[in-house]
């Protein structure tokens, strides 16, 4: 057994000295070719297409006999803070579609007579467009107290309306496609409740869902100024949606009494 033993030992260190020379010798005649370290390959049209938009933006809005430097200027302090508004309620809003998507994706995958009226509810909530929403959201939230929460949560359930569909198809996609011997190998571990959950149910989701997300976030995006339109007292709502209504009407204007005075 010891002799036998020693021959394997032996046989294993000659197997790993052929390896080094051969490592050290380089590839071999008829050998695959390493392959070479990529680079980063620049497009031309895209890169010309990404330039020439600003520019020409730039240059239209230097066109305008109403333009200066110092009015663009007036309107940075206010930009910023409307553009935090909303990120703010950007924000808030996806939190909110993340978990409604798990927890109404999960139950209707997990329950079969949940799914049965559970996915044609959906469907219908998803046809409904944002502008659908804005009667009831705004008789519903608008006038809760303390002052401007009403207007604020108002804005932040209709940017919800456009985000939560798609995240919560992904969700219940995910889960209902979840392979059998992945749960079959679950329940033999005995993972239940929270731990099932964090180990092979949102796992099996990430992927769609973080797909789904960006979907949802963009078409947020599409929808906030519909979604930020109100008045609390005669004074808007900060946000982008009234900044680009008052810079559009304020545009209006400025053209309307140049048109009249010429």
Not at 47 to 63: C, E, K, N, Q, R
Request: a neutral charge.
């Amino acid at each position: 057994m010891a002799g036998g033993g020693g021959i394997h030992l032996t046989a294993q260190g000659d197997s790993a000295l052929n390896l080094s020379e051969s490592v050290a010798r380089g590839p071999t005649v008829g050998s695959l070719p390493s392959p070479a370290p990529s680079k980063v390959r620049w497009s031309r049209p895209a890169t010309l297409l990404y330039l020439a938009v600003p520019l020409s933006i730039g240059v239209l809005a230097a066109s305008d006999p109403g333009f200066t430097a110092a009015g663009l200027a007036s309107y940075l302090p206010t930009a910023t803070v409307d553009v935090s508004y909303s990120f703010l309620r950007m924000s808030a809003a996806y939190l909110l579609s993340l978990a409604f998507a798990l927890s109404y994706g999960y139950y209707a995958a997990a329950h079969r007579t949940g799914e049965r009226v559970m996915i044609p509810i959906l469907d219908i909530l998803q046809s409904v467009p944002i502008l659908g929403f804005f009667p009831i959201v705004v008789l519903v939230l608008y006038n809760l107290q303390p002052s401007g929460f009403g207007p604020n949560l108002a804005s932040v359930i209709l940017i919800f309306t456009s985000m939560s569909w798609n995240m919560v198809f992904g969700v219940y996609e995910s889960l209902k496609t979840v392979p059998s011997d992945l749960r079959e190998a679950a329940d033999t571990f005995g993972l239940k409740g929270w731990l099932r959950f964090r180990r092979l149910l949102f796992p099996a989701t990430v992927n769609r869902l973080v797909y789904n997300s960006v979907l949802s976030w963009t078409g947020g995006w599409f929808f906030l100024v519909e979604a930020e339109i109100f008045t609390t007292n005669g004074a808007a709502l900060p946000g982008i949606g009234s900044f680009l209504s008052f810079a559009a009407s304020g545009h209006t204007a400025n053209s309307s009494s140049r048109d009249s005075s010429s």
